[in-house]
């Protein structure tokens, strides 16, 4: 499985709308209003690096108000619970 953070910036006017649409989009597991430097952080959970691509070009690149983005990919991730089993329904 891959797990990106993105972090994003978003024109003001569009932040609601924006974190909606992020919301509804497959692949993406949640999305958080952050105070600081970005406006939104959304988790991305894919089951492969073909399926996270997708989510990015088919998905995120299509929203409109979206200024700027930077992308953290996970290295490991450590939980308390069974990510794989949780988001396997999610994935696909």
Same mark, same amino acid.
């Given at each position: ?15 609601g709308r924006v974190?909606?649409? $992020? ?5 993406? *597991?949640?999305?958080?209003?952050? /105070?600081? @430097? ?5 988790? &991305? ?15 995120? $690149? ?5 200024? *700027?983005?930077?992308?953290?990919? /996970?290295? @490991?991730?450590?939980?308390r619970y069974d &990510? ?9």
């Amino acid at each position: 499985m891959v797990t990106a953070i993105v972090l994003l910036k978003v024109e003001r006017e569009r932040l609601g709308r924006v974190a909606e649409t $992020l919301r509804d989009i497959t692949g993406v *597991s949640e999305v958080c209003y952050v /105070a600081g @430097q970005w406006d939104l952080v959304a988790i &991305l959970r894919a089951r492969d690096d073909d399926h996270f691509a997708s989510i990015v070009t088919e998905g995120m $690149l299509q929203v409109e108000g979206i200024k *700027s983005s930077e992308t953290l990919i /996970a290295i @490991q991730v450590l939980s308390r619970y069974d &990510l794989g089993s949780v988001f396997a329904s999610e994935l696909g």
